[in-house]
């Protein structure tokens, strides 16, 4: 609710609801480094184009929005004015639709300032920024879901709703100059990746029932490219490392067509969720979400891992229509690539060093910066030896490609890039590296290697892989059967009944809390074990653990019987030293030593209470026992 000049009360109107949605999107991105895309499927509003527009536009324009800011002393006249709110409000009345058309009490306030905001701009020579001249108008790519129908049904689902398919390309140049001149009615089929029909720029499928049933993917032909040259043959194992918001993993189960297994890593969970929906969306079955670090997987439970797909976070430079990170927030921006550098090569040397039986590893980058790409795959491959060769992507594209890495580094022009200006698509980057089975792989303790210890110990400690989230319910039965299975053997074995002396010499049954310490740390010892036995559904496996809980459970048992025996012994001494002074004491120190004693009557009752137990459940060794 807001209040006018007068102070008098004044009904709110609503703020549109995509302006309120873009602010937010702005503000997590700006604050918090969040993902803009991400950030602007979770809203789930049905103009998610609209909302990526102006929510880029803002970002792209915000050191001359907060200039107007400052000359206008908005936020300072107009305290209760939301400022990213504001921002939003600006970059649509200055830069997009020259208009507001609402009453709601924010937009009436920068309305208030359009004079203003207009002269400052004008008197500064605040034009449109660079930015957006720089756009490149991409095509848009829609890769057919074949998990749910095939390309020729969804070519005729387009085709009658009156789109036109031209004749497909032969070579690479023609391809480019169809995309260049591609217009509406008109659509054609990728030169490369089957799968994916390429439209007009801006055209939009957001409410098209085959997206949202999951049929179409609205998915850029950079982002196919890593997955259509890792190739997987159907029954094979692959792991995507990271693999959220489940583009890449989606159409790896198309491609294996639900025939095999797909372990899909993500570490965060806002974005484990969006992978989940798009798991369930496009009908990816095959696909095993495990929401973990994939630096915490553990090697001997993936052995099995025939293909991999290393994806990591990286700057993102390469892709259209979207700000540059540094613009965004507070670190520098070699600083910030020298970061992503170390990371990015830390999970590529993981991938080739831990994984005994896979086949080929994909690296990709959404990014046009060398310290990403030709940088990290030149370091690793300094460490892999012969185990490993790079194959020329020209070859698996038979050529119809433009360009590639640069020959400065070590890779040579063995990688792919895509560049927006030159493939109409966002800039991205390409390795494939291929296991050389002659060649044993080297011994390496860089981070990520087979010999890196501090993590592989880390790992082993504390179990840090998680199950998945559809094995979860799974795992809490299984954990709760084995609770009860313990607390049985726990009252079978462990409870005793101690009695404990009064001062008014009456008698208490109370649990021994020893034998309680003991017990847990019997129970402490199998639960250690709960995750491994979740994780290795082999019965031979779960009997092998169990044995082993047993014998170190016996273990404790019997160290700690033999130590309770020695105390028991200790103290009866102790006693018997006791009673031969108390029989000596003058009745003068036995009056003041009973003082004393009922001072600690409250400290020393407990460990009375347990001799007492000891004396009386402690089995007493037989006669012959005593001789031996």
Partial sequence: MWYDMSNEFVHSITVPRIYKLTADVVRRVREDGASLKTLIFE??????????????????????????????????????????????????????????????????????????????????????????????????????????????????????????????????????????????????QDLHIPEILVFPPSTHFYKHSGYLNGEFILQ???????????????????????????????????????????????????????????IKKTKSFCVEPLNQDALSLNPDQYSHVEYILVDPTCSGSGIVDRPEHSDTDSIPKSKRLQNLHSFQAYLLRYALFNFPNVKKIIYSTCSLHPEENEEVIDEVLGDVGNAYRLIPVRQLLKENWVNFSSTKY???????????????????????????????????????????????????????????????????????????????????????????????????????????????????????????????????????????VKVKKSKHETAYQIKTNNSMLKINSDNEKQNTESKTDSPKIKKKKKRINKKVIGTDQLNFSKRKQNEETIIVPSKKSKKE
């Avoid at 009453?103 to 002269?119: C, D, F, G, H, S």
């Avoid at 809390?513 to 639960?527: D, R, W």
């Fill in 410 to 548: 070590n890779c040579g022009d063995a990688c792919l890039y895509a560049r927006p200006n030159d493939d109409f698509c966002n800039g991205f980057f390409v390795a494939v590296f291929e296991r050389n089975f002659d060649v044993i792989l080297p011994k390496c303790n860089l981070k990520g290697g087979n010999e890196y210890k501090p993590f592989i110990k880390n790992i082993e400690k504390n179990d840090m892989a998680k199950t998945a989230v559809h094995n979860r319910e799974k795992y809490k039965k299984t954990k709760k059967k084995r609770r009860n299975k313990q607390k049985k053997m726990s009252t079978d074995t462990n409870e005793f009944t101690i009695f404990e002396i009064e001062s008014k010499g009456k008698v208490k049954s109370k649990k021994n809390e020893t034998e309680i310490g003991k017990t847990n740390v019997c129970n402490s010892l199998s639960s250690n074990y709960d995750n491994k036995l979740v994780m290795n559904e082999s019965k031979g496996v779960q009997e092998e653990i169990l044995a082993e």
């Fill in 43 to 188: 809203k789930k509003h049905p103009n998610v184009a609209g909302i990526y527009g102006l929510s880029v536009n803002t970002l792209r324009a915000l050191p001359q929005i907060d200039q107007l800011l400052d000359q206008t002393q908005i936020l300072t006249e107009q305290p209760r004015l939301n400022p990213w709110l504001a921002r939003v409000l600006i970059t649509e009345l200055l830069w997009r639709k020259g208009c507001l058309k609402s009453n709601a009490k924010p937009i009436l306030t920068v309305l208030a300032y359009e004079k203003k905001l207009r002269e400052l701009k004008h008197l500064n020579s605040i034009g449109t920024p660079d930015v957006y001249k720089k756009q490149v108008q991409k095509p848009r790519y829609v890769r057919v879901n074949t998990l749910i129908l095939s390309v020729e049904k969804a070519i005729s689902i387009f085709q009658n709703d009156g789109w036109q398919l031209l004749p497909k390309s032969t070579t690479y140049s023609s391809y480019l100059q169809s995309l260049s001149q591609l217009s509406k009615p008109h659509f054609i």
């Fill in 220 to 278: 850029d032909k950079a982002s196919c490219l890593p997955v259509h040259l890792l190739n997987p043959v159907g029954g094979s194992v692959v792991l995507d490392m990271c693999a959220a918001p489940g583009m890449k993993t989606s159409y790896v189960a198309a491609k294996l067509q639900n025939n095999g297994k797909v372990y899909a890593v993500e570490i965060d969970n806002n974005r484990f969720q969006i992978l989940i929906s798009q």
